[in-house]
């Protein structure tokens, strides 16, 4: 007979109250950076038509499999060009069960939320008449990815913290980008100097890769792919990939692009031939770039553009750096990317130096909503790895967020529930966390080992006898684990951990213990 | 060719800032209150294997196609009952692509969350030693439901807010859960004798059933979908369900259980013949019954239970009444089951009074953690119809949540850019939420009316002379809104809510005029 297993799906997972805790502070903190930039508060669906999302995810082998799609259970028409339902020969309507997916990233669902609101017989009929407007949102929530290699760390299921601008082409949204994902990082609890806001331009890599000669798009692409995951393959693999190819660690051939040495070099060259991490260097390095054309010139002139305006705000070198190798994965960019790499190690389980790599990343996408649209729309955003982050402050210990369970009144005998309630409610009403213990086993050593376990901060024990004299005996549970440590003879523990007082002053007595 | 449209799937929607405002605003109040209780935070996966989270969905004749499901695109093996991985006639493992689904409610993922913590060989192996373990969580999120009839205000994604103790029969915790829900929707803004928290026990109605001769498990579920469904197709609808059958609206025939007219009386006579809405009363009335058998005196002695606790603690039947037709839809139900009932009704688009009906729904369960461990776990807990309640309360008009856009800096010529970020930041320094204008069109009017769909609260106008003065001018949008209605004089409105301040004072003016 064939069995259920109680368990998640492989690569999902459970968040537990002290995770949940951490994930909703960097949320909240975040959230309000985001706010306090004008950006607004949206939601999207988890679940999506197939099309609208589009393919973009970043390279891993499974540009195709990467995403959880299905065919909807219900039956819909299909639509031409113009919006108008499609007939067979016979004039009958065609219909299908659409491909649904679950959404990968939270920007391609930004980009059917714009689209939709304008997708207007009038838009669509008088592209000419059309100026996009302006809109800016935040948005948080889980995304999902059917990776096929789990790496420690990598989810299948994992939150993003999006904010957005779309309908502009001004270069300040982008500086923009910048400063805000700094000043979240910060509101988080990330020290300054402690990670790095990398900018990369990807016109400035297509205008070269243009003067390089390598003038095909999906070349390009392939190129870009490679140089991304360089931090993953190493220099070595980058040059045997974009060469005649090379095994990786199974065994398995992994084909080149079969360029030619020298340009492969000019391209090794290109991406770490940088003296000087100065964004002002760097700008003066590319600008005397033997490969310049005017695609490269328009993407130094937006970095320009971009450093002068963090220059005068104050972002320095310690918050923003330009990066000329960064690619980010996704296939949407056509401008200035982010990303945001922590400088922070850690020791992992296995006694590992790790690092947990990049917690944000971002970009211009000025083509994913035209794609929906069949109009120009610009658009700049970028994305806080909740997930990841959440690991780093873990990991190294950045941030020590207090999380206790509640007060817990133990139960010594269920005929007393009554009066174990009241106290739950007296406390309650004082705006005191309180559970009153429902648990089956009723000895006093379970009843502490489920208070210990939910991190309950103080116990109240009250016993036939206290009822009769009136009073509550209250143990501070916290300072009692502090203690245990130093305190051997149980008597001398117990006199400093426990009190007994009189019921109308249990309240502001267990109110000191907490410290309220 | 075939087009992509850009729009949501039916049934599906976007959640803009206000209403996410409120959403959130409603997750926040009874969060707390939750946590109050000493429920904690927890979050499991929005996607699970179909079998972990089983078929109980509430009638709407789409028991099997009410949830969205999908083949794993991973193939994994299959189990046996103790755990063991199944093989063929040759030998070789089984594998299969498994299902998975959509959560179409909260409760089925606590159940495998804590049956996957404690399925563990000692426990599977020694069921006599086990004791189950206290867990009390709350969580909220989406849920997904293939809905074939989509009613007004009726969605396939949507949120729910939950609360549960798992591991105990202590009919305590059944009191409790009526607690908490009415402490919750107050602390929310619902005003007292505004809403009725309503329980019944499952077991009186099996007793009751039971005694009527109705002894079959799945004759008797069918009689309580039947009765489940009395509000949406009327007492009659229910009584021909129950005897001979009716039609639709549509025509369509609905088969009816042939159950005679005297049971079919005495049905109805059960669920509506008591006299009194006093708690007491009904359970007199219920004690009087000629149905009386071991299970309907079970279920009676735990609402009796749940009345003496919840009238000792102040909770009557302005908050929490016995409702004894009360069956809710979910199959798992096994002892007392709760709702609440919004007593507001209001005006829709349409012109006609309509009520949201049902807001909170909950009961014992204490089959559902079983089926996947093979032991006894008794578990109670209810949920909060987010968006249930946030139509309520945009319906009622309950609760207006000030909501304001940030403040705007208009941009008027894009040389002074890097001013106008420069006030944006001072402004935030002092925690008010800016945006700066980045919209393509830059003429006053289309930015006024991007700031007033944005609800902004001030602008910020600043031009060269003004830059030149050292001064700003600031529009309190808001009073702007409210004084147009009286102020016909374009001059005398300007006066009014139009003023130049030295740029030193810019901070201060703003925050007068935001109240802060």
Redesign the interface.
């Known amino acids: 007979?064939?069995?259920?297993?109680?368990?998640?799906?492989?690569g999902?997972?459970?968040?537990?109250?002290q995770l949940?805790?951490l994930r909703?502070h960097v949320i909240a903190k975040a959230s309000k950076v985001y706010?306090?930039?004008?950006?607004?508060?949206?939601?999207?669906?988890?679940?999506?038509?197939a099309?609208?999302l589009g393919k973009y995810m970043p390279d891993d082998d499974s540009v195709d499999?990467g995403v959880?799609s299905?065919?909807?259970?219900?039956i819909?028409p299909?639509?031409?060009?113009?919006?108008n339902r499609?007939v067979d020969e016979e004039g009958n309507f065609l219909m299908e069960n659409h491909f649904?997916s679950?959404r990968y990233d939270l920007t391609a669902p930004l980009?059917?939320?714009y689209?939709?609101k304008l997708?207007t017989p009038a838009v669509r009929n008088n592209p000419n008449n059309f100026?996009?407007?302006?809109f800016?949102?935040y948005q948080y929530g889980?995304v999902?990815r059917?990776e096929t290699k789990l790496d420690p760390g990598r989810f299948r299921?994992f939150w993003q913290l999006d904010f957005d601008?779309v309908?502009?082409?001004?270069i300040?949204?982008d500086a923009?980008t910048a400063m805000v994902l700094s000043d979240a990082l910060e509101a988080i609890g990330l020290k300054r100097d402690t990670y790095r806001v990398k900018i990369n331009n990807r016109k400035v890599l297509k205008g070269f890769l243009v003067g390089l000669g390598l003038t095909d798009e999906s070349l390009e692409q392939s190129v870009l792919r490679i140089v991304d995951k360089a931090d993953k393959i190493g220099q070595d693999g980058m040059m045997l990939e974009l060469g005649r190819g090379r095994k990786d660690i199974s065994g398995a051939i992994i084909p080149g692009l079969g360029l030619e040495q020298s340009v492969i070099s000019s391209i090794v060259d290109f991406l770490h031939g940088f003296s000087s991490a100065a964004r002002k260097n760097i700008l003066a390095s590319l600008s005397n770039s033997k490969f310049m054309n005017p695609v490269f010139e328009e993407g130094l002139k937006e970095l320009a553009g971009i450093d002068?305006?963090l220059a005068?705000?104050g972002y320095e070198e310690d918050r923003v750096i330009f990066e000329p190798s960064l690619v980010r994965g996704m296939a949407y960019y056509t401008g200035p990317v982010f990303e945001v790499e922590s400088l922070q190690s850690f020791i992992d389980e296995k006694g590992l130096e790790r690092r947990v790599g990049s917690i944000c990343g971002g970009g211009r996408y000025d083509g994913l909503v035209s794609?929906?649209?069949g109009l120009s729309v610009p658009a700049v955003g970028a994305s806080i790895g909740v997930d990841r982050l959440c690991e780093l402050l873990v990991q190294t210990k950045s941030l020590e967020l207090d999380y206790s369970?509640?007060v817990?009144v133990l139960v010594f005998d269920?005929a007393m529930?009554?009066e174990y309630?009241?106290i739950a409610?007296e406390l309650?009403a004082s705006?005191?966390?309180?559970?009153?213990?429902?648990?089956?086993?009723k000895n006093l050593k379970k009843q502490m080992a489920?208070a210990d376990q939910?991190r309950c901060s103080v116990a109240v024990l009250v016993g036939e006898d206290e009822l009769k004299k009136g009073v509550v005996t209250l143990r501070n549970l916290k300072l009692g684990a502090e203690l245990a440590a130093t305190i051997a003879d149980k008597n001398e523990w117990k006199e400093k951990v426990q009190i007994e007082v009189p019921r109308g002053e249990m309240v502001q007595k267990v109110k000191e213990m907490l410290s309220l």
């Open positions: 007979m064939r069995g259920i297993i109680p368990q998640k799906i492989k999902f997972r459970d968040i537990d109250p949940n805790n909703h706010k306090n930039y004008g950006f607004e508060h949206w939601d999207t669906p988890a679940l999506e038509y099309d609208c499999q959880y299905f065919r909807n259970p219900e819909e299909i639509h031409d060009e113009k919006g499609m649904l679950l980009s059917r939320l689209a939709e997708w100026r996009p407007s302006l800016r949102r889980p999902y059917f299921e601008t309908g502009t082409s001004d300040s949204a923009e002068e305006l005068q705000l794609r929906l649209l369970g509640p817990i269920t529930m009554t309630q009241k409610q309650r705006d005191i966390a309180v559970e009153v213990y429902y648990g089956m086993q489920y939910s």
